[in-house]
């Protein structure tokens, strides 16, 4: 499956309604590998800069996918998610 089936088949909670190659072509823009891009979206990575910034401080896909407390709002869900949210 290319990357905008991919992007395509994770629906709203990832692509906001904006078109799926719309959406790739920010995640391709970020410069990371089609893997590196599904595995942060796998742990819930929604925005991309959130992946780029993950990946720059060495924090690997299945590290952002650690359930771990929000600093901010009082949940609990992904490094990824949380850093994507602006809880982090």
Do not use: C
């Not at 819930?44 to 929000?70: M, N, S």
């Amino acid at each position: 499956m290319d990357l905008i089936a991919f992007i395509e088949s994770q629906g709203d909670w990832l692509t906001g309604g904006e078109p799926a190659q719309t959406i790739a072509a920010e995640w391709v823009a970020t410069g990371l590998s089609e893997e590196l891009i599904r595995g942060y979206i796998a742990a819930k990575t929604f925005q991309p800069r959130a992946a780029k910034e993950l990946h720059d401080q060495g924090v690997t896909p299945e590290q952002a996918a650690e359930v771990i407390d929000a600093p901010l709002g009082g949940y609990r869900e992904t490094r990824g998610y949380i850093l994507s949210n602006g809880d982090m």
